[in-house]
Structures are given as C-alpha cells and as structure tokens.
C-alpha cells in the first residue's frame, strides 16, 4: 500500500493510493490520478475538505499488512534458503570438458541500435564483459570517458537500479551534482553537468508504483509523458529501466504501462531519429520470492523483451550480466565493477569504435 500526504498546518493527512481502487475496501469518495496516455492506473482515497488536484508527498506505506499469501502446506516451497528455489544439478559426469574451437569475438559487428541480442549475450573473462552482440568497448581513463560523452546530455528515468548508471557518471566524471531544492535523491529529479565538456546527465525516477520515501508528487511523472517532452537528436541519450517496483503487480499492467512508453519512444524517433534510446534490463536479486523473486522480474523482463524487438534501440542486456558473474551475490543494486561493465556496454553505442 502507498500514501498520499498533505501537510495543512501542522496538520499531517494520510490518504492510501493504489493500482486499484477497490483494495481500499471502503466507501470513501476515490480520486482518480490515472494517465491512459502513459498506460498508468493510479488511485487515492480523497481527504476531507481537500481537493483532488492538491498537491502533496508520495512514500510507501511504512506498515506491511499481513496479506497471507501461500496456501497451507506451500510454504514448505518456499522454505530458509533457497530450498524450492534453486536446485543443484546432480548427474554424471560431474566434469565438463572444454576443447578450444572458433574465437566468438572475431568478426563481431559495430555496435549500433536494432541488433538483435542472442539468448547467451555476452560472457566474463578477467571480471570483463564481453558482448557477443557487437563489440564493445572498454575504457581505461576518465579522459576517455569524457571524448566519448563530450557534448552530450543523457536522460535516465526508471527505477535505483538506473539511478545507479547515474551515480556512477558522477564519480567517473567528477561531475557537478545540482538537485533541486525540494528533489530528495532516492527519487529525483537530479541533475549533474561537466561544464567545460558539456556532458548532462539526468535522473528521474518512473511514476507510481513507486516504494520509496516521502517525496513530492509534483515530481513523479509517467515515462511516456517525459520522453514527450524531450526534442531529442545526435547527443540526446534516453535511458530507460522499469521492473523492480512491478514485481507486486500483475503482467498486464506492466505491459499497459511498456507500450505507452514505446509509443511513446515512436514518437520521439519520428521527430527526431538521431536520437539514441537504451532500455536497460532487469537484474538478478535476492528478495521475498513472492513479491520480489527473480520469476516476477524475468516473466516482466520476457514482456519488455517481445516489446522492443525490431526496433531501433538499444538493449543493455543488464539480466546475463548478473547472471554469469559469480564472484558477488545477487543483490538489487549490481557492485560497481558490474555497474561499469553497463556503462563501457552503453557508451560502445553512444560512440562505437
């Protein structure tokens, strides 16, 4: 459950928020906040004597209801651990032997948007990625960092795991953070900058369903509606990422609210076709395998994949990434050798060798 708040005074009044009205089970007038233009439901039960078009402070509920969600005996499935989880395989032989044969990263193709990536899309030798998409690069200093993002201004918007590609810019390039007065981080809107390289770098995070702490509604805004709002060309950048707060949500919803985002996405290529547009995907995690499980990530993550095939973008395959490196654990925020690993992905496309 999530909340909308004013302030009135001293006063502090809670309303819930939801996908669906009806979980508020009561009879308390309802305001309807949802955007069919950004594939969106969103609702809030109304406070007395406030109007709907109010502005106030989004956060998640800070209480979690005792929803049983297992029927009896299931929860033998789900037991400490990853019992039910994950399964070793056991068998004969218990070696594999590996013979030399054709090198896969000959011959590889120059990274540009539409290409299609494979099943297996790249692999770790040293703690470095290599694609077997395209071929990527890989930087050894902040002044190459710099010639490859000179001029450039990238717009990323989603979820923390996006905000991370941001963070990292920061420090990698000693940028200028400015958020805005009233911007908490964990949300956005953030702004950073390289004034004398003229590099932007931009965060937001997506719309509602939103878990996080108390930050201003004003500043939540639907992906569809701000990639409207972005004229695009050759140094824009769009970044995108949306999984980690659907996982408590049916599919649909989340594949009403990626088609208006590539609609959305449609829209910006025919005003202005330059533009370069990277989805990110999601990542491995440990978590609740009911409302935060890798299966909820991977059935959304399938979605987004059917969805951008065929078009002209970018897809930073962030799922393998986590997947087949086995020196950290599955957290939701990759360490930062991995992190970087996206990042030398994205900039392959931003300026291929």
């Not at 929860?75 to 590996?98: A, C, D, H, Q, T």
């Not at 609740?288 to 990530?297: I, Q, S």
């Amino acid at each position: 459950m999530f909340v909308k708040r004013y302030i009135v005074g001293k006063a502090k009044i809670d309303t819930r928020c939801n996908v669906d009205p009806a979980v508020f089970n009561t009879t308390t007038p309802v305001c309807n906040y949802s955007d069919p233009h950004a594939g969106a439901r969103w609702y809030c039960e109304k406070a007395d004597n406030i109007s709907c078009n109010t502005s106030g402070y989004h956060a998640k509920h800070s209480t979690t209801s005792s929803v049983k969600l297992l029927k009896d005996g299931e929860e033998k499935l789900f037991g400490r651990g990853l019992n039910g989880v994950k399964k070793s395989i056991s068998g004969s032989p218990s070696k594999i032997n590996v013979i030399s044969g054709l090198d896969p990263l000959v011959n590889r193709t120059r990274c540009m948007p539409g290409l299609p990536t494979p099943q297996i899309s790249g692999f770790y030798a040293g703690g470095v990625w290599n694609s077997l998409v395209c071929h990527n690069r890989h930087f050894s200093n902040q002044s190459e960092w710099r010639k490859c993002l000179k001029g450039k201004t990238l717009h990323f918007m989603g979820d923390s795991t996006i905000r991370q590609w941001y963070e990292h810019f920061v420090k990698i390039l000693n940028l200028t953070d400015s958020p805005l007065p009233d911007a908490i981080h964990q949300t956005g809107p953030l702004l950073a900058r390289d004034t004398v390289n003229n590099i932007t770098v931009k965060d937001r995070s997506h719309g509602p369903p939103l878990r996080c702490g108390w930050t201003r509604t004003f500043h939540l805004q639907y992906v569809a509606n701000v990639i409207d709002e972005i004229e695009g060309g050759p140094n824009d950048v769009v970044g995108i990422t949306l999984w980690a707060h659907f996982t408590t949500y049916p599919v649909g919803m989340y594949r009403e609210r990626m088609e208006a985002i590539r609609a959305a996405i449609q829209r910006l290529h025919q005003r202005s076709p330059q533009t370069l547009v990277v989805i990110k995907s999601a990542n491995t995690r440990t978590g609740n395998e009911l409302v935060a499980g890798d299966w909820l990530a991977l059935q959304m993550d399938l979605v987004m994949r059917e969805m951008f095939e065929g078009m002209k973008v970018v897809l930073v395959d962030a799922w393998e990434m986590t997947t087949a490196q086995q020196w950290h654990k599955d957290v939701i925020h990759p360490a930062s050798d991995i992190i970087i690993q996206e990042l030398e992905y994205l900039c392959s496309f931003i300026c291929p060798s």
